[in-house]
């Protein structure tokens, strides 16, 4: 594991390895434990250690991309000619957007060395934790701390790096007919409370017994921040990068400026806030910013790389929200999506309801058409009737296809509280992100049909 | 690298693992991606490293760490016992007890007449450009084309004395064309959506797709779609297209057929199975017509090789056959829990995973007869090609799927052009409406790399051949009411 300062050098060893006009270097690093838990047992424990280096070079104005895991001279070298070779192989690249010059990062939060010295003892005594809070069920979920760093540096002398620390826990108490969830995540190990997450999920499996089906239709409905901060996600997704809204993909194309949410929906994108998980810059080295995307219901802006903010012209600048280089073709994405809390106490929003539904969180999503917002997925894990404003009741998995534009248009109330949501899961290299969301009370949640009942 | 992991192995051992295997790995991914007539990204990537599983006191530990040399190897054993120790818990856990299997040894190369990774970037970049060119049209305003190349070295050891050493070659593409108009998109895919579809050979593969032959089609469907009537309401007869037939396979009979998804050690990310151990040999899945295969032989398949990643020797056998569940996808853990078989679907996504169980090549076995015959006999119902969304339950039973276009069947003939299209359904009530499969002229092999699994997560390449299929009442045109 690279100490303060050698992921950075390693990110200047590569980038002078390169024979070209131009070069960057991302050097990411990863130090990472995965306790993961199933019918009360840590089952498939994961150690992961590694150090990925992602070069992009340019060489008359063509530009190729090689990625590395050998930090010797040697493997930088050989990593050097292929990219020089990647960029040989194509045409010069109009939409090249150069590297970043030398600019200042802001000062963010995001790393708690508690978290980063966690052993894999200790993270497999706080995955025990979360066992032993739920002995009447089955714990099927995890416990994981990981210390990433990012560095960034290219031959504009930009030179840039941040360590990370990020902790979750998720816990499903289950059953054959009863199922509950929680999860809380946080940079800080010490903010999560293991048992705590598992006696939430346990107490909302103890009530999933006897589920009944309900009528389709379109419903209103209380998503909790679980259930909220995933459809926030895949609509984010699809609609709030430049890329997807320049060409005419996104729900926002054509729609700047216009109010098309409920007034109290306010939706940001702020990686600088300590409340989340803080990136003080982008994949390519660009200072974070934070965008306003909603405001009051009028939809503001998108997030932007350089590349796309070239392509819009007209003074437009990148916002830092750039994937890696050869990830680029997914636009840039808003990674630490926010929404305002409102006025209601949580426990308050089945009332603004009446009759409807209340939904813990949602299983496997997908766009079904992102001009319009339009998402399906499934509920899971906790799903009741709210009858004269309380949550009564529990119902078998639905089946929702549901504009996200048209739920938030009917927000009936916004909790108070705002919560934290882990989005990662944690595939290739490990980066902790997240949104910061409450929970909505809505009268537009529409349910197409019925699943299996909640259990294993 | 086999040396790296018997290292690994004996680490392991002298750590106090009753059990050890090591694997080491390197992967060679190159990946080309152009839009618009402009290259979008080119990228070549090598990566390697050792990832070595335990067993210590009944209980898995897995580590891994990026450098292949000795002490990397230790390392990784050594931290691997020490989570396994760590993890085991509780006094009367449920031991982990293994199927016995041969412990293989061998090699395995994959047939290749020409290395997907030695072909030019320049020519991977103009075969790109020129199959994007092909799909000009007024309508269309984004052209996208993917290709893709993979070589991987393989190595595992194991403390029974497994030792195998595998080299596998991979390649692939697709060609996208989205039609935009006041505010409308639409788009067609070729061969298959969400990157296209990649094979276990050489670059043979993606000359044999014909990007630009197909690129007009492609071009031409897309900007149809914009003037395409929407996909009506209502239950009706449904032939799915083998492209389309793939993702109904991998999704309600493949993941409910992961032994581990029975057992439940999925439950808190990719869900569980609708199917329990007991269903084995009596759970009727679907029609007469319903065959499925899993075969980790076939040629050109991406989840083919000789050995999995518990060293258990590659083989087929039946997943559903006239309709009843007859197998598992299994490791030799699940295989020793349900006492049958020895398991066979062991995978891990490069050195830094562990293995799970997870589909290699699944197959609809093919029926009688041609595309034209299954038309035949449908009076009024819907042809629906190429997968455009996909959703499926936690326990695999209420899935949604949409696909980018589709025709009207009348009379037994293809009609008007549909947009939108969209289906629903319960996993065995569906496959129970399965009336005829189209034969074996019509069975096509695909190949996808974006099936996801694990915490963390991890990715599989899997392959699964389809013939075209017909289906009764089926519930379609669902959208936000």
Same mark, same amino acid.
């Given at each position: ?456 | 690298? +086999?040396? %790296?992991? #018997? =290292?690994?192995?004996? @680490? *392991? ?6 059990? $050890?295997? !090591?694997? /080491? ?40 760490? +990026?450098? %292949?040399? #000795? =002490?990397?190897?230790? @390392? *990784? ?6 989570? $396994?120790? !760590?993890? /085991? ?40 450009? +020129? ?351």
């Amino acid at each position: 594991m690279t100490s303060d300062g050698q992921a950075l050098e390693l990110a200047e060893r590569a980038w002078r390895a390169a024979e070209a006009d131009e070069a960057d270097a991302v050097v990411q690093v990863e130090e990472s434990g995965f306790a993961r838990f199933a019918a009360s047992e840590v089952h498939q424990p994961t150690l992961i250690s590694d150090e990925s280096i992602t070069l992009r070079v340019v060489r008359d104005g063509k530009v190729g991309c090689a990625v590395t895991n050998r930090t010797d001279d040697e493997g930088l070298r050989e990593m050097a000619r292929r990219a020089a070779d990647a960029a040989d192989s194509a045409p010069a690249d109009p939409g090249y957007a150069g590297l970043q010059p030398p600019s200042a990062v802001p000062e963010v939060a995001g790393f708690d060395a508690g978290t980063a010295g966690l052993t894999p003892e200790e993270q497999a005594s706080l995955a025990a934790k979360a066992i032993e809070a739920a002995p009447e069920f089955g714990l099927y979920g995890y416990f994981t701390s990981g210390v990433t760093e990012t560095a960034i540096a290219s031959s504009t002398g930009h030179a840039v790096s941040q360590r990370m620390t990020d902790a979750s826990v998720l816990a499903i108490a289950a059953s054959d007919d009863a199922s509950g969830y929680a999860e809380a995540t946080s940079w800080k190990a010490d903010d999560l409370d293991p048992a705590a997450c598992a006696r939430e999920a346990a107490e909302k499996a103890a009530r999933t017994r006897g589920a009944t089906e309900i009528e389709t239709g379109t419903h209103a409905a209380v998503l909790e921040p679980y259930a909220f901060s995933e459809l926030l996600w895949y609509f984010g997704f699809s609609s709030l990068g430049s890329l997807s809204c320049l060409e005419g993909r996104s729900y926002l194309s054509g729609r700047l400026g216009e109010k098309l949410f409920h007034e109290s929906f306010t939706l940001i994108d702020d990686g600088l806030d300590p409340q989340s998980m803080p990136k003080a810059f982008d994949l390519e080295g660009v200072p974070k910013q934070r965008v306003t995307i909603v405001e009051d219901g009028v939809a503001k802006d998108v997030v932007w790389d350089r590349r796309t903010a070239k392509r819009a012209g007209d003074g437009r600048e990148s916002t830092g929200h750039a994937l890696p280089a050869p990830a680029q073709g997914f636009g840039p994405l808003p990674l630490n999506l926010s929404v305002g809390g409102g006025d209601v106490p949580t426990a308050q929003l089945p009332e603004r309801v009446g009759d409807g539904i209340y939904v813990t969180r949602l299983h496997y999503l997908g766009v079904v058409d992102p001009r319009e917002g339009i998402i399906t997925g499934m509920t899971r894990d906790g799903t009741f009737k709210i009858e004269g404003g309380k949550v009564t009741k529990p119902l078998v998995n639905l089946r929702f296809t549901t504009s996200f534009p048209k739920l938030v248009e009917g927000i009936l109330g916004l909790s108070e509280e705002v919560l934290l949501v882990n989005r990662s899961d944690y595939y290739d290299e490990r980066y902790p992100f997240g949104t910061r969301v409450p929970a909505i009370a809505t009268s537009a949640f529409t349910i197409v049909g019925t699943g299996s009942g909640p259990g294993l | 690298m +086999r040396e %790296l992991c #018997g =290292e690994a192995i004996d @680490a *392991a051992t002298a750590g106090g693992a009753g059990y $050890a295997d !090591a694997r /080491a790995v390197t992967r060679r991914a190159q990946h080309v991606a152009t839009k618009n007539g402009e290259v979008e990204s080119v990228s070549d990537g090598e990566t390697e490293g050792i990832g070595v599983r335990v067993l210590v006191d009944g209980a898995w530990g897995f580590a891994c760490d +990026r450098r %292949l040399t #000795g =002490e990397g190897a230790r @390392a *990784a054993a050594e931290r691997a016992v020490a989570f $396994a120790r !760590a993890s /085991a818990g509780r006094a009367g856990r449920r031991q982990v007890e293994l199927a016995p299997a041969p412990a293989g040894t061998g090699e395995y190369k994959t047939a290749a007449e020409r290395d997907p990774v030695d072909v030019p970037l320049s020519e991977k970049v103009d075969l790109c450009l +020129r199959a994007e060119g092909a799909m000009q049209h007024e309508d269309v305003k984004i052209t996208e084309a993917t290709l893709r190349a993979q070589r991987e070295q393989r190595a595992f050891r194991s403390s029974e004395g497994a030792d195998v050493y595998q080299e596998f070659v991979e390649c692939g593409g697709g060609i996208d064309a989205l039609a935009i108009r006041e505010g409308k998109v639409q788009i067609r895919s070729y061969p298959s959506a969400h990157g296209g579809s990649s094979s276990q050979s050489g670059w043979e593969y993606v000359e044999g797709l014909d990007l630009p032959g197909n690129a007009a089609r492609v071009g031409e469907e897309a900007a149809a779609l914009l003037r395409a009537d929407p996909c009506p309401s209502g239950v009706t007869t449904v032939v799915l297209d083998s492209e389309q037939m793939v993702l109904q396979v991998h999704e309600s009979v493949g993941h409910p057929t992961e032994l581990d998804r029975v057992y439940g050690t999925e439950a808190a990310y990719a869900g569980t199975s609708f199917l329990k151990p007991g269903d084995l040999g009596s759970l009727r899945y679907g029609s007469d017509l319903m065959n499925i295969t899993a075969d980790s032989t076939t040629p050109g398949g991406l989840g083919t090789f000789a050995y999995d990643d518990e060293g258990v020797p590659a083989g087929r056998h039946p997943v559903v056959e006239g309709g009843v569940l007859s197998g598992f996808l299994s490791s030799r853990e699940t295989a020793r829990m349900i006492g049958a078989g020895n398991g066979g679907s062991m995978r891990a996504d490069g050195w830094s995973r562990m293995p799970l169980v997870r589909m290699t090549n699944l197959h609809l076995e093919p029926g009688e007869g041609s595309f034209d015959d299954l038309l035949a006999d449908v009076d009024d119902g819907i042809f629906m090609c190429t997968n455009k969304s996909w959703s499926i339950d936690d326990k695999r039973l209420n899935f949604q799927f949409g696909t980018q276009i589709a025709w009207e069947i009348k009379n037994g003939k293809l009609g008007r052009m549909l947009r939108d299209a969209t289906y629903m359904g319960r996993t065995p009530v569906f496959w129970s409406e399965l009336d005829a499969v189209a034969g074996p002229d019509e069975w096509q092999l695909y190949g996808l790399t974006n099936c996801g699994k694990g915490q963390p997560g991890q990715h599989a390449h899997v392959s699964h051949g389809t013939s075209a299929g017909r289906f009764r009442n089926v519930q379609v045109g669902v959208r936000d009411v």
